[in-house]
């Protein structure tokens, strides 16, 4: 028997108490949602075979260095000697245990000019060199970065440069494209003819995901080979135990050996880049350049990432993975050679800097000479931003930074590359190779530099500048997240501050369901230092969290940075909001531990917390995602890019509340969000909204379902009116039913006055 007891007032009439898709009422709140810092993408790890050559691991027995040694007239070095040469590690004197020139030969190309490439020949090295290596080889990667007409013009002819002069004996490259998703154009290989199809393809706007150079399609290929003989498993740094996980792409000897390992370090790329692309909204080429130098890493020889770029940003709350990805390079001794595809048009560089100082003088100026009543504008409440930013707009100086801090340099200021691309090629050619015991062996995550110093007059020497010192991993860690993963491992987790976290589903989707962590910091309690003399307050907060399956294995582990520097006369608004950190990801259905954590910058508080979620199995009819108690929505600017964002209804964005009570008198208005999936074809879904007190029903709705977008799904909306509700803790239960299938959610929520 079903007792329905009287609707209240204000849900009796559901199409007059009910506003759907409405999203004026909802009150606003200022939101700090900073960009990510990096997710890192986890994955088992076997150990190296002991026949390969050293390689560069911060922190265990030896480090690996390649070394270009020039005259005062450019030209190479080829005659130091070992004890010309000191390394130097944060100033310490390391002691060398090798040293040898490396020189490979020219390709040479059978056929004549044009013809595809035959196979290398192996190049003589120098003293007490050996050809013990298992794959003697030079990794090239030409990656493009999102360029307009004019560049995509200079980097294909700098790059067919490099292609016709610059292929040494040996020497395999491959073509990526750096977008919204990272896309492999071509693979690995020789042929020189097929580097300049891709070449072309890539600099001229065309749509470059070919589906047979997917990460997926690349571990078909992998899986099959396998399938056919024994694996040769790919050895990440630091492993310590083997595995036949298809994730860790083990490929078998039945493929060419070189090969096969080309095909894992293709679809290690695309899977890390894919990862931490995912996690970056809006970060622009850091990650995948990241990614693509991790996914190098324990591969012998030379290996070198030409970078075509318009000039590449890096605000401050990005310093950390801009920092991140030169010591991955350097760990994964890759060097980077940034290519300015601006050509002459970079050197405007400064003259924007400097205009963005002269802006943040005027506004101090200006807001010095203001009446006490007057409101403050949008550029004084960023006058510290711009003058920070200033400095960040030489996009030329963080090209060179990238690429002299990992033993490459920029190529610049000219529309012709043709000498530059010819000095690139040398250094690629003929190298001292280095290895040297590191004057400390902890992992304290700090920052080791590197110095090489020669004693013979007129030399030059030209090298990696050092590596944080983390932990061995196959997985991308940055600096900033060791001490937040040493709070997530102590024995007594800390609780110095309020930290709230949910995680949530979406659409169901063929690699999992759509769903969404949400980890929010309130800055209420937090101790903001304040700057007198520059009239501001400044805060350092990190935050992450950390997914894991029903084995306590990881799944997903992302992190934010931010820092905050907020005008005196703002501060009391700031500390009503909060931090956020939210990704998006997709997980397979069944249970997972959700573990947050969040530190100030110097370690003198941090909060730790952990809960356990699930996510439901998509049935054969219609889906709901999580039903959302909205705590406020922020407008999404009009000129920002269409995205997936599973909480962006209507160009504005809608934040959920985490937990805590609800004031009625602060919050006269209660809005609830939840994303429809209909069946596609079947009849329209009907719905039913319930409110219930101790597991009764107080009232219900039945509205009518909002017509589907172009995608097929219906983002509903709903606020009633706080004024039919008495104080206490409610239940709101929203049901889709289609074709006789029904899909439920419900949440939670206490009112207090």
Excluded: W
């Excluded at 890192?40 to 390969?52: E, K, L």
């Amino acid at each position: 028997m079903v007792t329905t007891q009287r609707v209240p007032a204000a849900l009796s009439c559901p199409e007059e108490a009910l506003v759907h898709r409405s999203l004026a009422p909802l009150p606003l709140a200022l939101a700090l949602v900073l960009a990510p810092t990096g997710p890192a993408t986890p994955q088992a790890a076997p150990p190296r075979p002991a026949a390969a050559p050293p390689e560069f691991r911060a922190g265990t027995a030896v480090v690996l260095l390649d070394v270009v040694a020039r005259d005062k007239k450019g030209r190479p070095v080829l005659d130091l000697r070992p004890e010309e040469v000191q390394i130097l590690e944060n100033g310490e004197r390391c002691e060398v245990q090798s040293f040898r020139l490396v020189e490979l030969e020219q390709a040479v190309q059978p056929g004549g000019p044009g013809g595809p490439a035959g196979p290398a020949t192996p190049a003589p090295v120098g003293a007490g060199a050996t050809d013990a290596t298992r794959f003697p080889l030079n990794l090239v990667t030409l990656v493009f970065d999102r360029l307009d007409l004019e560049s995509n013009l200079l980097a294909r002819k700098a790059a067919l440069d490099f292609v016709e002069r610059g292929m040494a004996a040996r020497t395999e490259a491959a073509v990526f494209k750096v977008g919204q998703r990272t896309a492999l154009v071509q693979k690995y290989t020789t042929d020189k003819e097929a580097l300049r199809q891709a070449i072309a393809a890539v600099t001229t706007g065309t749509d470059l995901v070919d589906k047979s150079l997917t990460r997926d399609a690349l571990l078909k290929q992998a899986d099959a080979a396998r399938a056919s003989g024994s694996t040769v498993p790919y050895t990440p740094i630091g492993a310590g135990k083997t595995t036949s996980d298809p994730s860790t792409m083990a490929v078998t000897t039945a493929m060419d050996p070189l090969q096969a390992v080309l095909v894992q370090t293709e679809a290690r790329a695309l899977r890390l880049a894919d990862s931490v692309q995912r996690e970056a909204e809006g970060a622009g080429s850091l990650y995948p350049l990241l990614a693509l130098a991790k996914a190098q890493a324990g591969l012998p020889g030379r290996k070198t990432i030409l970078f075509f770029s318009a000039g590449l940003q890096v605000p401050e709350n990005l310093d950390d993975v801009f920092r991140s990805a030169i010591s991955e390079a350097n760990r994964a001794n890759v060097s980077f050679y940034a290519v300015d595809a601006r050509g002459l048009q970079g050197q405007s560089d400064m003259a924007n800097s400097a205009a963005a100082l002269r802006q943040a003088a005027t506004t101090s100026m200006n807001q010095q000479m203001k009446g006490a009543g007057e409101p403050t504008t949008l550029d004084e409440m960023r006058i510290f931003d711009t003058v920070s930013d200033s400095l960040r707009l030489n996009l030329q100086q963080t090209l060179s930074d990238l690429s002299e801090g990992t033993g490459g340099f920029l190529v610049a200021n000219a529309n012709d590359f043709a000498k530059s691309v010819d000095r690139v090629a040398a250094d690629i050619r003929t190298y001292y190779e280095v290895t040297y015991l590191p004057a400390r062996a902890d992992f304290d995550g700090s920052f080791r530099k590197i110095e090489v110093k020669v004693e013979r007059k007129g030399v030059d020497l030209q090298s990696r500048r050092g590596y944080f010192a983390l932990p061995p991993s196959d997985r991308i860690v940055l600096a900033s997240e060791v001490p937040l993963l040493g709070a997530l491992a102590a024995p007594s987790p800390a609780h110095d501050f309020e930290v709230q976290a949910a995680a949530l589903h979406f659409a169901p989707q063929a690699n999992g369901v759509e769903s969404a962590i949400v980890v929010e910091v309130p800055l209420k309690t937090l101790p903001f230092e304040e700057d007198r003399k520059k009239k501001v307050y400044r805060l350092r907060l990190l935050a992450m969290a950390v997914v894991k399956d029903e084995q306590g294995e990881l799944v997903e582990r992302f992190s934010d940075n931010y820092p905050l520097v907020v005008p005196a006369d703002q501060i009391d608004s700031v500390r009503q909001s909060s931090a956020v950190l939210r990704r998006t990801m997709p997980l397979a259905p069944g249970s997972y531990t959700l573990e947050t954590v969040a530190m100030l910058r110097d370690g003198s508080r941090k909060s730790v917390g952990r809960q356990s979620f699930e996510v439901p199995v998509p049935g054969s009819g219609p889906a709901l995602s999580s039903l959302l108690f909205i705590r406020r929505s922020d407008a999404v600017p009009a000129d920002a890019p269409l995205s997936a964002d599973p909480f962006r209804v209507e160009g504005r964005r809608v934040v959920p509340y985490l937990e805590g009570p609800v004031s009625k008198a602060a919050s006269p208005n209660l809005s609830f969000f939840a994303r429809i999936y209909p069946v596609t074809g079947g009849e329209k879904p009907s719905l039913r909204l319930e409110f219930l007190q101790d597991g009764k029903q107080i009232g219900q709705a039945e509205p009518e379902a909002p017509a589907p977008d172009a995608e097929g799904r219906i983002a509903y909306v709903v606020t009633v009116p706080a004024s039919g509700f008495a104080p206490g803790t409610y239940q709101a239960r929203l049901t889709v039913t289609q074709d006789g299938a029904t899909a439920t959610e419900e949440t939670a929520f206490e009112l207090v006055p």
